[in-house]
């Protein structure tokens, strides 16, 4: 079992930044990816990005490229989400994925089995 504990929401004004974390404890491994998804309102939960602790590879959605920046503290399972020049559609709540071997970037929301409960995250305009 894993659990993970997400903090960082807020709210901020457009281009604005804001970072997130996620401690994931319990049974993890090497081997594993952890990620970011996120969830507008009435809508399906959406990749953001994830990072592979083997070796770092890091991937993201076209979305957030070059505003988001997603990493790993050394020898732990916490990672962060640096979120910059925020705009309105990036409201959402912001969740953390946990899934003990990587396979690519996995950006489905099955690829992932174990998920923290959520941080808002509102930008306005």
């Known amino acids: 079992q894993v659990h993970l504990v997400e903090s960082g929401g807020g709210l901020v004004q457009t281009g604005g930044s804001l970072r997130l974390s996620c401690v994931a404890s319990g049974r993890t491994f090497r081997t594993a990816i952890m990620g970011w998804f996120r969830q507008f309102v009435g809508k399906e939960r959406e990749f953001v990005a994830s990072i592979e602790r083997d070796g770092g590879s890091t991937y993201y959605a076209d979305s957030v490229k070059g505003r988001f920046d997603i990493s790993m503290d050394s020898g732990a399972y916490t990672i962060h989400l640096q979120m910059n020049n925020l705009n309105p559609e990036d409201t959402a709540v912001y969740y953390c994925?946990?899934?003990?071997?990587?396979?690519?970037?996995?950006?489905?929301?099955?690829?992932?089995?174990?998920w923290g409960q959520g941080t808002q995250v509102t930008v306005s305009s």
């Open positions: 994925a946990y899934n003990g071997y990587a396979l690519g970037p996995m950006p489905l929301n099955s690829d992932y089995r174990y």
